[in-house]
Nanobody, 124 residues
Framework: QVQLVESGGGLVQPGGSLRLSCAAS????????IGWFRQAPGKEREGVSC????????YYADSVRGRFTISRDNAKNTVYLQMNSLKPEDTAVYYC?????????????????WGQGTQVTVSS
């Protein structure tokens, strides 16, 4: 059974950091790209970051580039999203998902298996 479980969300002050984890079971995370998406209330789900299988090429949305870092630990079958210099506009539910393609694209429709999401709230 394919399953993705996110964790690590929470409440943090502006300028703070969080590290999200995406743990997989039932399949190998390195077999397809893994993406992080987020959805704020009243907004569409948007792609945040993605890491490809094999050479582990990484991609970031312009809004998070330089602040967020995606990484993968194959031994733990887990993908991480390190989020630094957080801003109130980063507040959202964050989801990880496995792509159905072999290349990263920030289109939610190109991702199959999704986790349940973890809430990130950036507020003073």
């Amino acid at each position: 059974q394919v399953q993705l479980v996110e964790s690590g969300g929470g409440l943090v002050q502006p300028g703070g950091s969080l590290r999200l984890s995406c743990a997989a079971s039932g399949f190998t995370l390195d077999s397809k790209p893994i993406g992080w998406f987020r959805q704020a209330p009243g907004k569409e789900r948007e792609g945040v970051s993605c890491i490809e299988s094999g050479d582990g090429s990484t991609y970031y949305a312009d809004s998070v580039r330089g602040r967020f870092t995606i990484s993968r630990d194959n031994a733990k079958n887990t993908v991480y999203l390190q989020m630094n210099s957080l801003k109130p506009e980063d507040t959202a539910v964050y989801y990880c998902a496995q792509a159905t393609t072999t290349t990263c694209y920030f289109y939610a429709t190109l991702f199959g298996s999704w986790g349940q999401g973890t809430q990130v709230t950036v507020s003073s």
